[in-house]
């Protein structure tokens, strides 16, 4: 089975201090969108992040999880390709 993503909306910030680097929203295979992809630039360079929010004991889970390793390399192969400003396939 092959997997479409596309990059649907990407908003970049421009403050170079931020380790947030942009927001994105997929879209996969025409019929799923998933907002608050994250750019981070972390210590070993750029990373994508899957949408997450605070639990009541404060820390930080996933609202979205790839079940696979390939499927997660490859959302994030698209998301930072975009973000480069590379064509995005």
Known sequence: M????????????????????????????????????????????????????KGKDNKWYETVRTITPEAKEHIASVVLSAYQGDEVI
């Open 2 to 53: 092959s997997i479409e993503i596309k990059v649907n909306r990407l908003h970049r910030f421009e403050d170079e201090e931020r380790n947030l680097k942009a927001f994105a929203d997929i879209e996969i295979n025409g019929s799923l969108l998933i907002k608050g992809i994250q750019v981070v630039h972390g210590k070993k360079g750029l990373f994508v992040s899957m949408p997450r929010q």
